[in-house]
């Protein structure tokens, strides 16, 4: 029978060790299982045809020679899947609009049905036996349409006489929120010694996953169930999303995930296309297969940003924030989501006053729809677009009232004795010494030799600046539950199961890590299944939420498991509950020198293991925080702006495994230095139609745009939220970037005498945008 082997020490695979990750081996030999290396013998391909036009009323569709083709076997419509009972993709539910009415958006079928809203909107699905047949069949559908007046950006569909997208939204305002006090905000601002303005643009950006959406749906005529292969980050809530618009109850579908390669948001619950694929393989009572397209993504996927905000801040004498007013147009695109309206009606406010004391606000948030692609979560999702509001205007405030930014921080930090703090949006923070983490952070990048540095530069030609950005951020997906399984198995194995999910972020093996610190064995014993909804139901992984939900219940789980464990035990041994004493994968029985291995102990139960099905919350969501400190060299010939330096410290709280915690601060770093200098998805305002529609058009950081990163943890303040501790880390990275990049150019251009330049900074800063600044003030 296996034993626990004793000559290894198992906690060094346990919380705080930089334990290798146990995902990657598998990955670099090319054992990893994406969605697309399914590849049954009898599976069928999906494709689509697409709307070419942004707005516009479908006339009538001819399908029959494409019905006609060889190897055809199914060609839909948005009116077959009307006629067949098909239902809508939920919308902005739980929002309303300025008048109380509920949140306002156009039904959004699987297929376009009667009028097509953006660009890249599926319109007719073909499935044939090969991929090219079904390619070849979408070009032989004829669809006549009638161009309908459109617009894709905010001024346009706000500005009189723009046309209406949805009768129940006649001024294109799907939803709209209003937060604080408007008088008392008023009121502070009139008596404020400093008033300071800014309009920041959060340009619309794509996820951009190595993996493209893909999905395989199979059907057994055996139980009548579809089991579909998905790349997603929430397989419960896809899941459900799909059979609600099918119309069949949620045990007729299964959802399986292997491994995803990224997410970023992006992949959080269901497409129209996956819809379409289930019905295809129910109604076909086949295998099918649908894998999009490069194109295809930057078309149809969910975008993230798109808000234009008017930002101001009322300040005393003493640099003290009184006040703060916040106005921002977020473009939605043409289906407002629940989650895209949330992202920036309500969690971005929840931190838009970060880490500073300020109870005063006036915030007034609207999502408008035009004939764009849905927005939806992208890493951070809200607070990204929060905070560099905020940043902007610290860093901007401190120049017009000349005060040092570093010192207009502390004067406004809250103060640990001053936690757990309300924050005016009623959001509650359980711990955080942001001052603390600052003058960590200022060591770390060694701010007070910036002056040599920025010299140095200059003898070059160059212009340098330095950036800094002070934050926190909400994690938790707002959901604090999560349901974990736990067997330990005769034959030397436990096995553990979480409906969080694995995409590249490591948390396969955190997880393994909370198990062997309670369980106390080697962690080549451990297993960890994730992503089959038949095996249990959950939230999944988005918000940060999967280490201090998922792995809390991981935590209580085992905790659960030993202690019914010791009971079986006791039993054996004929002794009482509570002599029994556990550690290291063997029961004892105090006093005694009488002992029992767990895996032994396993063995001797029915089934040959002991298996506990345990659902546990934590408390509230977590607030990590930091200090990132950027720096930029310029080269006043071209425009380039190169990051030349990047550091950070970082509050997560306690750290299971530090290896993973800096590789997400250094893959969130990325995308925010990508956001600030590169990425930007442009739809052309003439004519409504993509133009950053592939990678030749659409810029995205490559690993020469980055500096060596070094990040450092600070351990002081742990969640009091979550039994582990830990705070979430997978978007903090992202949410310091942009704002520490951005504040760095603006402070390059400020001290080269372009103090206008850097206050209408607005991303992404390219080198042509750059260099045309530059030539505005030479």
Not at 329 to 347: K, M, R, S
Not at 350 to 375: E, G, R
Request: charged content about 20%.
């Amino acid at each position: 029978m296996p034993t626990v082997t004793t000559d290894i020490n198992p906690m060094r695979f346990g919380s705080g060790h930089a334990v290798r990750r146990i995902e990657d081996e598998g990955l670099l030999t090319g054992q990893g299982r994406y969605a697309d290396d399914w590849m049954p013998a009898n599976q069928t391909y999906l494709c689509f045809l697409r709307s070419p036009y942004p707005h516009a009323r479908i006339v009538s569709i001819d399908v029959a020679a494409a019905r006609a083709m060889p190897g055809v076997l199914a060609v839909l419509t948005g009116a077959d899947l009307v006629a067949a009972g098909i239902k809508p993709i939920p919308g902005v539910a739980g929002f309303v609009r300025a008048d109380g009415s509920p949140g306002a958006t156009p039904p959004r079928r699987p297929l376009a049905h009667e009028r097509v809203r953006f660009g890249g909107e599926p319109v007719v699905a073909v499935v044939a036996q090969t991929l090219q047949q079904a390619r070849d069949a979408t070009e032989a559908i004829a669809v006549d349409y009638e161009e309908l007046p459109m617009a894709v950006t905010v001024a346009d569909a706000m500005a009189a006489g723009a046309p209406v997208f949805f009768d129940a939204a006649p001024d294109n305002i799907s939803a709209e929120m209003r937060h604080g006090d408007p008088v008392a905000t008023a009121a502070a601002f009139a008596g404020a010694k400093h008033v300071v303005a800014l309009d920041v643009t959060n340009q619309r950006v794509a996820a951009l996953t190595l993996e493209p959406r893909t999905a395989l749906a199979s059907f057994d005529a055996a139980s009548g169930r579809v089991t579909i292969r998905l790349s997603t980050q929430m397989p419960s809530s896809a899941r459900d999303t799909i059979c609600d618009a099918l119309g069949v109850p949620h045990d007729q579908m299964r959802v399986q995930v292997g491994d995803v390669g990224g997410g970023f948001g992006m992949k959080t619950g269901a497409y129209p296309e996956d819809v379409v694929l289930a019905y295809c393989a129910r109604t076909l009572r086949t295998t099918v297969k649908w894998v999009a397209e490069r194109s295809e993504e930057f078309l149809s996927s969910a975008h993230g940003r798109d808000v234009q905000t008017r930002a101001e801040l009322a300040l005393d004498e003493r640099g003290k924030i009184l006040a703060m007013r916040v106005v921002s147009l977020a473009n939605v695109g043409a289906y407002a989501t629940g989650v895209g309206v949330a992202i920036q009606l309500l969690i971005g406010p929840w931190v838009q006053t970060s880490v500073y004391d300020v109870q005063t606000i006036d915030f007034h948030f609207k999502a408008v729809l035009t004939n764009t692609a849905p927005t939806g979560a992208y890493r951070g999702a809200g607070r990204p677009e929060a905070i560099f509001i905020t940043e902007r205007l610290m860093d901007e405030a401190a120049r017009q009232i000349g005060m040092d930014r570093v010192e207009l921080r502390r004067r406004n930090f809250i103060r640990p004795e001053q936690m757990p703090y309300k924050n005016p949006m009623g959001q509650v923070y359980d711990t955080g010494k942001f001052e603390h983490v600052m003058d960590q952070g200022l060591a770390l990048a060694d701010w007070d030799g910036f002056p040599a540095r920025a010299a140095e530069s200059r003898a070059h030609g160059k212009l340098r600046g330095l950036g800094i950005s002070t934050f926190l951020e909400w994690t938790g997906g707002n959901v604090f539950e999560e349901r974990v399984t736990v067997c330990v198995q005769g034959d030397g194995v436990i096995e553990v199961y979480s409906a969080v999910n694995q995409m590249g972020q490591g948390i396969a093996t955190s997880l393994a890590q909370l198990v062997v610190d309670a369980f106390g064995v080697p962690i080549d014993r451990v297993r960890v299944v994730l992503g089959d909804t038949d095996r249990g139901d959950g939230f999944g992984s988005a918000g940060s939420r999967s280490l201090f939900t998922g792995g809390s219940a991981m935590r209580v789980g085992a905790e659960r498991t030993i202690e019914k464990a010791k009971a079986l035990a006791a039993k054996e041994m004929e002794a009482a509950a509570q002599d029994i004493e556990y550690a290291n994968g063997r029961f004892k029985v105090a006093g005694t020198d009488l002992e029992l291995d767990l895996f032994a102990l396993a063995a001797r139960q029915p089934g040959q293991r002991i298996f506990v099905d345990s659902t546990s919350s934590v408390a509230g969501p977590t607030w990590p925080n930091g200090c990132h400190v950027s720096e930029v060299e310029i080269d006043p010939q071209t425009g380039a702006v190169a990051v030349v330096a990047y550091s950070s410290v970082n509050d997560v709280g306690r750290v299971v495994n530090p290896m993973i915690v800096r590789g997400q601060l250094d893959g969130g770093a990325v995308q925010g230095i990508g956001q600030a200098l590169h990425e930007q998805v442009v739809y052309d305002r003439e004519t409504g139609q993509l133009v950053t529609g592939s990678l030749m058009d659409y810029c995205a950081p490559r690993a020469d745009d980055v500096p060596s990163f070094r990040h450092e943890l600070d351990l002081s303040s742990p969640c009091l939220n979550n039994p582990l501790g830990v705070k979430g880390v997978g978007e903090l990275g992202t949410i310091g970037a942009v704002p520490s990049v951005v504040n760095a150019v603006a402070d390059a251009l400020a001290h080269s005498g372009r103090a206008d330049q850097a206050r209408g900074l607005q991303m992404p800063l390219t080198a042509s945008k750059v260099w045309q600044l530059l030539q505005a003030t030479s």
